[in-house]
C-alpha cells in the first residue's frame, strides 16, 4: 500500500530543482503539496492547534491539504519572505513578524517530519564566521581568515599574508542599471582598504594557490564529489568556462563532511572548497540551501534520486 503521508516543497514558484524533486516523487506515487510561505495569507492558509496528543491542523494551498500531524517530510529551498504591501508601514511590520513566527513557527515544529533541511539549522548555518569555526573543529583546512570593522586590523592581516581576498559575509542583490548585480570576491592589498571598512563588517581570507575547485554535495549518507576546473578565482563568474569531473574526495574528507553535519543538524549541504597545489582541499563555505541539480545533468550523478530517496524517507 502507497505510503498517504506527503512531502511539504516549501519554495519559490519558480524553482526549477524543486521541480525535478517533484518530478521524481510523483514517479514514485509519492503524495507532494507544494507552497510558498510567500503565499500566505492570500492563498494559503494555516490552522494549527496544540492538543495533548501535540499539534494537530492543516494547511490548505488552492489544489492542496496537508494534515500536519503527518508529514513524512519537508524540503525547505528559498520561499519568498512574508509580504502586506496593502498595509501601512506599522500594521505591515507586524503582519510579517505574526506570520514569521506563527507560520514560520508551525512548519519548524511538525511532528515526526524530516526536514531537509530543517528552516533554524538553515539559519545557523549559513553564518559564515559560525561555518568557518565548525570546519576547523570538524577537521577540514581552513584559510587563515579575519572577520573585522577595524581598518588598521585589516591592513595588518593582508601584510601578513602573501595574499588575500575580500569576500561578503552574506551576498544580497544589488540592482545596478536594472541589473541584477553582487559583490564579487575579489584580491585585495593593504593600499586598498580606506576607513570605509569601519563602516560595517568585513572577511579578509588567505587567497589559496589553487589547481581547481570541488563541489560535494551531501544528501544524508550519500557524497557526490564533483572536481570543478576552470582557472578563475570565483567559478560562479563564468559557467561557460568550467569542466566537470566526478572524483573520490581525500582521505578524512568524508568524516570531516559528516562531522559538519551533525554539528549543525544538517541532512543536505554543499560544500565549496579549493584544491591547492599541495593537493590538500581547503574549506570555503557550506550552503545549507545550495544548487545542485546542474551537476547532475553535466555529470549524470543521480542526485536527485537520492534526494528523493531521502524525503521518501526510504533510506
Not at 513578524?97 to 533541511?117: I, K
Request: aromatic letters at 10%; glycine letters at 8%.
Amino acid at each position: 500500500m502507497t505510503d498517504p503521508r506527503p512531502v511539504l516543497v516549501v519554495t519559490s514558484l519558480h524553482d526549477p530543482t524543486a521541480d525535478v524533486v517533484i518530478d521524481e516523487l510523483h514517479e514514485r506515487d509519492i503524495p507532494v503539496v507544494r507552497l510558498d510561505s510567500g503565499d500566505f495569507p492570500a492563498s494559503l492558509s494555516v490552522e494549527a492547534e496544540i492538543t495533548p496528543h501535540g499539534l494537530q491542523g492543516r494547511l490548505q494551498t488552492p489544489s492542496r491539504a496537508a494534515d500536519l500531524s503527518r508529514v513524512r517530510a519537508l524540503y525547505y529551498r528559498r520561499p519568498t519572505g512574508f509580504a502586506f504591501p496593502h498595509l501601512s508601514e506599522q500594521d505591515a511590520r507586524f503582519a510579517v513578524t505574526q506570520a514569521r513566527y506563527g507560520l514560520g513557527g508551525v512548519l519548524a515544529a511538525l511532528p515526526g517530519c524530516l526536514y531537509v533541511n530543517h528552516p533554524h539549522r538553515i539559519g545557523d548555518a549559513e553564518f559564515k564566521p559560525a561555518g568557518l569555526a565548525a570546519a576547523v573543529e570538524a577537521g577540514f583546512w581552513v584559510p587563515p581568515t579575519l572577520i573585522t570593522s577595524c581598518p588598521d586590523a585589516a591592513r595588518a592581516f593582508v601584510k601578513r599574508h602573501d595574499a588575500v581576498i575580500y569576500k561578503p559575509l552574506y551576498n544580497p542583490v544589488y540592482l545596478i542599471d536594472g541589473v541584477s548585480s553582487v559583490v564579487k570576491i575579489a584580491e585585495v592589498g593593504a593600499e586598498e582598504i580606506d576607513e570605509g571598512v569601519a563602516g560595517t563588517a568585513h572577511l579578509f581570507q588567505r587567497r589559496v594557490r589553487k589547481v581547481a575547485d570541488a563541489r560535494v554535495t551531501v544528501i544524508g549518507s550519500s557524497l557526490f564529489c564533483v572536481r570543478i576546473d576552470s582557472g578563475l578565482l570565483d567559478w560562479r563568474t563564468d559557467y561557460s568556462r568550467l569542466r566537470y569531473t566526478p572524483v573520490e574526495p581525500p582521505q578524512g574528507i568524508e568524516a570531516a563532511l559528516h562531522r559538519y553535519m551533525r554539528h549543525f543538524g544538517l541532512v543536505f549541504g554543499a560544500f565549496d572548497f579549493c584544491v591547492g597545489e599541495d593537493g590538500r582541499w581547503w574549506f570555503m563555505e557550506c550552503n545549507p540551501s545550495g544548487q545542485w541539480y546542474w551537476l547532475e545533468s553535466e555529470t549524470g550523478l543521480p542526485m536527485c534520486a537520492a534526494l528523493a530517496d531521502l524525503l521518501e524517507r526510504a533510506t
